[in-house]
């Protein structure tokens, strides 16, 4: 079975500054990844995702994820947060074959930007 | 916006009633998932289903149900409601491949 863990429960970062969220998952064959945002009082909207080919995937709002096999990591960047990126980061992890193409995510990091 | 609606936007009923709620997919979309988001259990899949028959199941309780429909909407039958069903549901489409999953908003449901 797949899971994902997201060892920061919370991260503060400065305005400007750079971001990385760590995500690390469990599967036995080529995972499917994903990163969704969810604001306070809002869905889940599609960051990025990676299924294969270049390990860097670009995303929207500036995001960036990289997957790293030998480390089953798939974390997120961005060189300078702004104030509306505050919001719970969740990195999910599916098998996408029929049958099991749920996703299993993780508990989340939530984002708080300071001035 | 994902494309994906969900209605109500909000629920608040009391412990032993039954809900309904509803998702209407992206168009064209064939597969609709639904999810609960709870403070002790995050992000959690119940059911899945495609194209109207039932096609994976997850952590999903005897008193909730669900079913799609001919036109491709969706609707989960929360019933016998305890006080720990509190939390948001979401709803998710995705298209033949299933590759990607588009969230809708929730429903956020508080049962007193």
């Known amino acids: 079975a797949q899971s994902v863990t997201q060892p920061d429960i919370h991260i503060t970062v400065s305005e400007g500054a750079s971001l990385e969220l760590r995500c690390n998952y469990s599967?036995?064959?080529?995972?499917?990844l994903f990163w969704y945002v969810q604001s306070p009082g809002q869905g889940l909207q599609l960051l990025l995702k990676?299924?294969?080919?270049?390990?860097l995937v670009q995303g929207i709002k500036g995001f960036e994820a990289e997957f790293k096999r030998s480390q089953s990591s798939f974390n997120l960047r961005k060189p300078s947060v702004h104030w509306s990126d505050a919001a719970e980061y969740f990195c999910?992890?599916?098998?996408?074959?029929?049958?099991?193409?749920?996703?299993?995510f993780g508990t989340g990091t939530r984002l708080t930007i300071i001035p | 916006d994902s494309g994906v609606t969900q209605t109500p936007k909000h629920l608040i009923t009391a412990t032993g009633q039954r809900v309904t709620l509803r998702c209407s997919p992206r168009?064209?979309?064939?597969?609709v998932y639904w999810y609960q988001q709870s403070l002790d259990q995050g992000l959690q899949f119940l059911i899945q289903y495609y194209n109207g028959e039932e096609r994976a199941k997850g952590n999903i309780l005897e008193r909730f149900s669900a079913q799609q429909f001919p036109d491709l909407h969706s609707e989960l039958n929360l019933s016998s409601l305890e006080l720990g069903d509190s939390a948001l549901y979401f709803c998710?489409?995705?298209?033949?491949?299933?590759?990607?999953?588009?969230f809708g908003p929730g429903t956020r449901l508080l049962v007193l």
């Open positions: 990676y299924f294969s080919g270049d390990t």
């Open positions: 599967y036995g064959a080529t995972p499917y």
């Open positions: 998710a489409s995705s298209d033949d491949r299933g590759e990607t999953q588009y």
């Open positions: 168009s064209g979309d064939l597969s």
């Open positions: 999910a992890v599916a098998a996408i074959f029929f049958g099991n193409e749920k996703l299993t």
